[in-house]
C-alpha cells in the first residue's frame, strides 16, 4: 500500500518521496512504479547515524509530512523530526494490537504522532484502548484498490483459470485466496463445502495460497487428507501463490473469506472489485465492508455450518450471485479506491500543515 499511496499522491500533482531499507520489497516496488526512493537503515528504535542522515535529508527536499507505516519507526522519525524544524508525523495502523501499550516510552511515542490512521474502525478502537492517544488524533481510512488499472474489472472481463486450475470449462467456482493457515480458515471452507458437495455436483473448491514454514505445511497436509478422505480429490483444487490475482478473482463466482479476524480484510474488496459474491466471517474488519444480504453474505466466525448455510443460496442461485457481485463492485467504487483514500490522506495531511506551508 505505502508505494501505491505514494504514487497516487504524486500522480496528483503532491511530490512524494518514499523512504525504504535498501533491499526490500518496498523499495523494488517503488522503483517499478518510477517513484522517488531514498534509501533509509532505519532500525531500533534510537539509530542516532539514520537519523541525522534522515534529518539532513528532511531538510534538503522541504519535506513537509513524514508518513510512517511501521509503528516502530517513530521514535526515529519523531528525533528526525525534532532536528529538522517538528515536521508533523503520521502513522497509518495495518494491524491489530493485542497487547496493551501504555509504558512511558509508548506514551511519548503517541504524544509526539500527530495522527493515526487506522485501516478500519476496529483497528481506530484498537489503538485508543492499547496506547495513550488523544481521541481525536485516531482517524479511519480504508485501504483502496487501484481501480484505473490493476483491478480495473473491465481489463480482466474474459479472464478464465479454469484450465490452469484444473477445473473444467464453465464449471462453477468457489474460491479461497490467503495464507494456508488455521486464522485464515481453509479449513471452514473445505468443511462447508463437503457439506454441499453432492447437493451441488458441478461445483468446484479452489484453494489459492502458500503455505510458508513447518506449521503450516502440517496444515496443508491436514487439508490434503480431509479432501482425500471425503472424496473430493476431483473437485477441490490446490493452487500456489499467484501474483496474477485480479483474473483469479474474475474466475471465481463465489469467495469465501473464512479469516479468523482480519484487521481490515482485502481480499474482500479485491473479490468485490472483480464482481465476485464474497462470503466472509463477521469478526475484525470484514463486518465494515460487507453488509449481507446487499453486498455479500456473513456468516458466524469459525463455524463451517454457518457458512455452508451462508453459502448454499449463492451457489444455488446464479442471480443472487449476480445481484451481490454488482453491488460490491458498485460499493468499491464508491468507497475503497485507491483515490478515494489518498483524497482522504492528503486532506488530513492539509490540516497537519503549518500555515505558512498552505
Not at 485480479?246 to 479468523?260: G, H, I, K, Q, Y
Request: hydrophobic letters at 45%.
Amino acid at each position: 500500500m505505502p508505494p501505491l499511496l505514494a504514487r497516487e499522491l504524486q500522480t496528483a500533482g503532491h511530490p512524494t518521496w518514499l523512504a525504504a531499507r535498501p533491499g526490500t520489497l518496498v523499495e523494488r516496488w517503488g522503483l517499478d512504479l518510477g517513484l522517488r526512493v531514498w534509501p533509509t537503515k532505519l532500525h531500533g528504535y534510537a539509530d542516532l547515524r539514520s537519523v541525522l542522515a534522515l534529518a539532513a535529508f528532511l531538510r534538503q527536499e522541504k519535506i513537509q509530512i513524514i508518513h510512517a507505516h511501521w509503528s516502530r519507526d517513530l521514535s526515529n522519525l519523531i528525533l528526525a523530526s525534532g532536528l529538522s524544524g517538528r515536521i508533523p508525523i503520521v502513522l497509518t495502523k495495518h494491524v491489530y494490537a493485542t497487547e496493551p501499550k501504555r509504558d512511558p516510552f509508548h506514551t511519548w511515542v503517541y504524544r509526539h504522532t500527530d495522527r493515526v490512521l487506522a485501516v478500519s474502525q476496529v483497528v481506530a478502537e484498537n489503538v485508543r484502548q492499547t496506547v495513550r492517544i488523544e481521541t481525536g488524533k485516531v482517524l479511519t481510512v480504508y485501504n483502496g484498490l487501484d481501480l484505473r488499472e490493476r483491478w480495473n474489472r473491465s481489463r480482466v472481463a474474459t479472464a478464465d483459470l479454469r484450465a490452469q486450475f484444473g477445473v473444467p470449462a464453465g464449471a462453477p467456482i468457489l474460491g479461497f485466496a490467503g495464507r494456508l493457515n488455521a486464522g485464515k480458515g481453509p479449513h471452514l471452507v473445505l468443511e462447508a463445502f463437503a457439506r454441499l458437495a453432492s447437493k451441488y455436483p458441478l461445483w468446484h473448491l479452489v484453494l489459492v495460497g502458500r503455505a510458508v514454514g513447518e506449521s503450516e505445511e502440517n496444515y496443508l497436509a491436514g487439508l490434503r487428507e480431509i479432501i482425500q478422505t471425503r472424496g473430493l480429490a476431483r473437485r477441490v483444487h490446490l493452487v500456489d501463490y499467484r501474483t496474477d490475482m485480479p483474473e483469479v478473482m474474475r474466475t471465481f463466482d463465489v469467495l469465501a473469506c473464512p479469516s479468523v479476524f482480519e484487521s481490515f480484510g482485502m481480499v474482500v474488496i479485491e473479490a468485490m472489485a472483480m464482481g465476485c459474491a464474497v462470503v466472509g466471517s463477521d469478526s475484525g474488519g470484514i463486518p465494515e465492508i460487507i453488509s449481507s444480504g446487499v453486498n455479500g453474505a456473513l456468516f458466524a466466525a469459525g463455524d463451517s455450518h454457518a457458512l455452508a448455510v451462508s453459502l448454499e443460496p449463492l451457489l444455488a442461485k446464479p442471480e443472487i450471485r449476480q445481484r451481490l457481485g454488482e453491488a460490491g463492485w458498485k460499493m468499491v467504487c464508491d468507497r475503497f479506491s485507491l483515490e478515494h483514500s489518498a483524497r482522504q490522506v492528503y486532506e488530513i495531511y492539509q490540516t497537519l500543515l503549518k500555515p505558512q506551508q498552505t
